[in-house]
């Protein structure tokens, strides 16, 4: 019998990691301020870890922390302690792709639980094993892997495995990349990437010095490297049954608009299929919240096939969505029906604005009746972070966010 495998969110910091889990997730993974791979990230203070661990520990959730640098000799000074202060704190596992580290955790927080990243290229299942043998508890399986090769992981270890369904895809083997140290000097592999895959790019002679060849027939260069999104939510019934223990979204850079649509939108596909495996259909609506937040065009990676041409986006590196964030819910009164929200982008009375909230149905309403924190009747709530009162049709839960149709925007 299938097991309804763990939904994993990204949480960049201590916003997203609150709103991925109100929003549906099992579980989260997230970075301290060294020994991560997205140094660029937000990341946690120390301090924040344990408000982190003890938040989803409240919710009967778990939090994930990564280690999972390749580190020099340098970046050792200081881990055993990190490690331990890990442990303390209750900290559910470590995200782990250096086997000194590896080496290190099991000697000085022997009871860790321990899960191998993608970054170590876990391809087939004797590397499962050999991770399994050495003491880990789950292997993140790489995304350059197809549904008929998890399989038969699946069916030769009895590790946990875990793999990727939706996000960005590194234009990198496993992310083992050096563009970026070679054009800024940011160590990809030490977790300061700058994500040089994904500028404009065109060929120079070396005879000719400033004479640019556009490399495809574009006028504006092109984005060789520029992989579109993963995206496994329409082929979650093949994801579920191939067996796998975690389902993982990629994104701590990502915005709190885009770990609460995503998550909450593998929510309901899992839930669904659960609830009735034989009827499982995909339903327009999940499909429609990927689209509200900004991504790339969407692929399924290597899942099916191995990523051609179709798979990649050669005239553009810019991002698409539907919608925009504009507000989000701090409480709600009962009585007056006023919800107190602060402000994330420009909104004005007459718009329509779609309230989406972490457990209550998606609603629809006008913003008709505006009030600014000392009470007084505003129409436009125009500066960042503004706190503002807003009369809503219906109950509204906290956390709940607040968007707005993009091509309405100007209505």
């Given at each position: 019998m299938?097991?309804?495998?763990?939904?994993l969110?990204?949480?960049?910091n201590m916003?997203?990691?609150?709103m991925?889990?109100?929003?549906?997730?099992d579980?989260v993974?997230?970075?301290?301020?060294?020994y991560?791979?997205?140094?660029?990230?937000g990341n946690f203070?120390?301090e924040?870890l344990?408000?982190a661990?003890?938040f989803a520990?409240?919710?009967g959730?778990?939090v994930?922390?990564t280690?999972?640098?390749?580190p020099?000799?340098?970046?050792?000074?200081g881990?055993?302690d990190?490690?331990?202060?890990?442990?303390?704190?209750g900290v559910?596992?470590?995200?782990i792709?250096d086997?000194g580290?590896f080496?290190l955790?099991?000697?000085?927080?022997p009871h860790m639980?321990?899960?191998?990243?993608?970054?170590a290229?876990?391809?087939?299942?004797?590397t499962?094993?050999?991770?399994?043998?050495?003491g880990?508890?789950?292997v993140?399986?790489?995304r350059?892997?197809?549904?008929?090769e998890?399989?038969?992981?699946?069916?030769?270890?009895?590790?946990d495995?875990?793999?990727f369904?939706h996000g960005?895809?590194c234009?990198?083997y496993?992310?083992?990349?050096?563009?970026?140290n070679?054009?800024?000097?940011?160590d990809?592999?030490?977790?300061?990437c700058?994500?040089s895959?994904?500028?404009k790019?065109?060929?120079?002679?070396?005879?000719?010095p400033?004479?640019?060849?556009p490399?495809?027939?574009d006028e504006?260069g092109?984005?060789?490297?520029n992989?579109k999104?993963m995206?496994l939510l329409?082929?979650?019934?093949?994801?579920i049954?191939?067996?796998?223990?975690?389902l993982k979204?990629e994104?701590?850079?990502k915005?709190v608009?885009?770990?609460?649509?995503?998550?909450?939108?593998?929510r309901l596909?899992?839930d669904?299929?659960?609830?009735?495996?034989e009827?499982f259909k995909?339903?327009q609506?999940w499909?429609?919240?990927?689209e509200?937040?900004s991504?790339?065009?969407?692929?399924?990676?290597?899942?099916?096939?191995?990523?051609?041409a179709?798979?990649?986006?050669?005239?553009r590196?810019s991002?698409?969505q539907?919608s925009?964030f504009?507000?989000?819910?701090?409480?709600y009164?009962?009585e007056?029906?006023?919800?107190?929200?602060?402000?994330?982008n420009?909104m004005?009375i007459?718009?329509?604005?779609?309230v989406?909230?972490?457990h209550a149905?998606?609603?629809?309403?006008?913003?008709?009746?505006?009030?600014?924190?000392e009470?007084?009747?505003?129409?436009v709530?125009?500066h960042?972070?503004?706190i503002v009162k807003i009369?809503m049709?219906r109950?509204?839960?906290?956390?709940?966010?607040l968007?707005?149709?993009i091509?309405k925007?100007?209505?």
């Amino acid at each position: 019998m299938l097991k309804k495998p763990e939904l994993l969110a990204p949480a960049g910091n201590m916003e997203k990691m609150k709103m991925a889990l109100l929003y549906g997730a099992d579980a989260v993974y997230l970075g301290g301020k060294m020994y991560g791979l997205r140094a660029f990230g937000g990341n946690f203070t120390q301090e924040e870890l344990k408000e982190a661990v003890d938040f989803a520990h409240n919710l009967g959730k778990k939090v994930y922390v990564t280690v999972n640098i390749f580190p020099h000799n340098s970046d050792l000074e200081g881990l055993p302690d990190y490690l331990r202060y890990l442990e303390k704190i209750g900290v559910d596992a470590l995200l782990i792709a250096d086997l000194g580290i590896f080496s290190l955790c099991k000697e000085v927080t022997p009871h860790m639980e321990i899960h191998i990243s993608t970054q170590a290229n876990n391809t087939n299942w004797r590397t499962v094993n050999a991770w399994q043998a050495l003491g880990a508890k789950r292997v993140v399986l790489a995304r350059e892997m197809s549904l008929n090769e998890i399989r038969e992981i699946r069916a030769k270890t009895t590790a946990d495995l875990e793999m990727f369904v939706h996000g960005a895809m590194c234009i990198s083997y496993s992310g083992r990349c050096l563009l970026s140290n070679y054009f800024t000097g940011r160590d990809s592999n030490r977790g300061s990437c700058a994500q040089s895959c994904r500028w404009k790019y065109a060929l120079v002679e070396e005879t000719r010095p400033g004479k640019y060849f556009p490399i495809a027939e574009d006028e504006r260069g092109t984005y060789i490297m520029n992989s579109k999104d993963m995206c496994l939510l329409p082929h979650i019934a093949d994801v579920i049954e191939s067996g796998v223990e975690s389902l993982k979204i990629e994104g701590r850079m990502k915005s709190v608009h885009y770990a609460a649509s995503v998550v909450k939108a593998y929510r309901l596909a899992i839930d669904a299929y659960f609830e009735d495996p034989e009827h499982f259909k995909i339903q327009q609506s999940w499909l429609d919240e990927l689209e509200k937040v900004s991504h790339r065009p969407y692929t399924t990676g290597f899942y099916y096939h191995q990523p051609d041409a179709n798979d990649q986006l050669y005239g553009r590196s810019s991002y698409d969505q539907t919608s925009e964030f504009i507000g989000l819910v701090r409480s709600y009164d009962p009585e007056t029906r006023y919800a107190v929200v602060e402000q994330r982008n420009n909104m004005k009375i007459g718009q329509e604005i779609e309230v989406f909230q972490p457990h209550a149905p998606l609603y629809r309403q006008k913003l008709s009746d505006m009030l600014d924190e000392e009470g007084n009747a505003i129409s436009v709530a125009p500066h960042a972070q503004q706190i503002v009162k807003i009369r809503m049709d219906r109950p509204v839960e906290p956390y709940t966010i607040l968007r707005r149709d993009i091509a309405k925007k100007a209505e």
